[in-house]
């Protein structure tokens, strides 16, 4: 199947193999470059799941233990393998997606059997799995001394009493002790089915071709997919604000807003994105006054987040008075739901929005990450032109009022550690 985006003169081929793989190649034959990646529909969130009828809640940071240990094999490391190849391997972990991807200039098709072997043949034994949890330790170490993740995860934690998005991606050195051998096989079995994969490269290659080593290196045919729980959350947030100090020179905060559950993960994420920039971006009234004021720098960001069964507006940046930007917000929040968004605001930021999106679609790593997160909603990653160039200010609109409902708001912030002279 081919499907064509004149807009953007852009192409999607794609395929569904036998066992359900999803198979996505967008040519580039200009670039030197070619880019795949391989991706599970299973990330942090996935903590409590459903297989064969049997109930499993697993601890917290499995998904990340499972994407380091992926890389080994019976016969070596899949990692040395790319790299005498000449290749350049990676894989990240998030909330919603696990992901193993190589960029090759030559030897593409040898880098793409390793990628589709390792990923789909689990080698795990108690030595590799008990020498993982000092490398990720010491990685949870780090990500427990940066202010900006430890802001993240605080305001989650802050907005959501019990989904499991409150939880950090790599988890903590008290929730990956207990992680042996037969659980990674038990997630590996429940969500690295090829039905719950996908496959996309970007760059110049045969599809056909790609398509029929697909075919013949991942299993022949796919295992039940678990079914997940995420618990129930209230409208409200959990807590409105939360003070940790750290070694920081000034306030590093994010300000969360609690939405609704989206219907439509792929569209309303666009929509987030859009009615934050119209609150406060770059080219907004608000943001000017802030900016003028020394409530905030360049470091503001206003952004949103999806994940299943749920949705947050989120603004962070540094500030020496963090709760006068929440006020300020939250009083622009609610004259906009109550009076409308500016139409020249709203255009502005729509094309500074299409913009972000139109570069992303120039880098083959962003391509392949962008197809896949559409594709585990039933979208493409194209599909962003479209919907942006129709929305309405009255879509916005609706979007911002739901953000001014009350108690849905959280304030993480992380200020700077009290010195001896702070107490005297």
């Given at each position: ?144 001394d940066t202010p900006s993740w430890q802001a993240y995860v605080g305001v989650l ?39 719950n994969l996908v496959l996309v490269v970007c760059g110049t290659c045969d599809f ?200 849905r708001i959280s304030l993480m912030v992380i200020a700077p550690a009290e010195t ?5």
């Amino acid at each position: 199947m081919i499907r064509n985006y004149p807009a953007l003169q852009e192409e999607i081929r794609s395929a569904v193999l036998p066992n359900g793989l999803r198979v996505y190649y967008i040519p580039k034959p200009d670039f030197q470059k070619t880019f795949a990646m391989l991706a599970a529909d299973f990330g942090s969130v996935d903590c409590c799941f459903t297989l064969d009828g049997e109930q499993h809640q697993v601890t917290p940071g499995v998904a990340h233990f499972l994407e380091h240990k992926m890389f080994e094999e019976e016969d070596g490391n899949a990692l040395q393998k790319f790299t005498m190849l000449g290749a350049q391997p990676n894989a990240f972990t998030s909330h919603t997606m696990t992901a193993y991807h190589f960029t090759a200039t030559e030897r593409f098709e040898e880098c793409l059997e390793i990628l589709l072997r390792f990923v789909t043949t689990p080698y795990f034994t108690d030595e590799n799995v008990a020498k993982e949890k000092g490398i990720i330790g010491q990685e949870i170490s780090m990500l427990d001394d940066t202010p900006s993740w430890q802001a993240y995860v605080g305001v989650l934690q802050g907005l959501y009493g019990a989904h499991t998005v409150r939880i950090s991606i790599a988890g903590s050195k008290q929730t990956i002790a207990p992680i042996t051998p037969d659980l990674l096989h038990l997630c590996h079995r429940a969500f690295y089915s090829p039905a719950n994969l996908v496959l996309v490269v970007c760059g110049t290659c045969d599809f056909d071709r790609v398509c029929e080593m697909a075919e013949c290196i991942t299993p022949k045919q796919s295992a039940r997919i678990a079914s997940r729980s995420y618990g129930e959350e209230t409208p409200e947030a959990a807590q409105p604000m939360q003070v940790r100090r750290m070694a920081v020179s000034r306030p590093t905060f994010i300000l969360g807003i609690k939405d609704t559950v989206p219907s439509d993960s792929y569209r309303r994420q666009l929509m987030g994105e859009l009615a934050a920039r119209c609150v406060c971006c770059e080219s907004a009234p608000l943001y000017e006054t802030l900016y003028q004021n020394n409530l905030i720098d360049q470091s503001f960001d206003p952004d949103y987040f999806t994940f299943p069964e749920g949705a947050c507006a989120m603004f962070s940046g540094e500030s020496r008075n963090p709760e006068a930007v929440r006020d300020a917000l939250l009083e622009e929040i609610r004259s906009i739901a109550a009076h409308g968004v500016d139409r020249a605001l709203f255009e502005r930021a729509r094309r500074q929005l299409l913009g972000l999106k139109l570069r992303s679609a120039d880098d083959p790593g962003s391509i392949c990450r962008m197809q896949a997160e559409a594709c585990f909603t039933g979208a493409s990653c194209f599909d962003f032109y479209e919907i942006l160039t129709a929305v309405t200010t009255e879509e916005i609109e609706a979007r911002i009022r739901e953000w001014a409902e009350p108690d849905r708001i959280s304030l993480m912030v992380i200020a700077p550690a009290e010195t001896e002279d702070a107490h005297g």
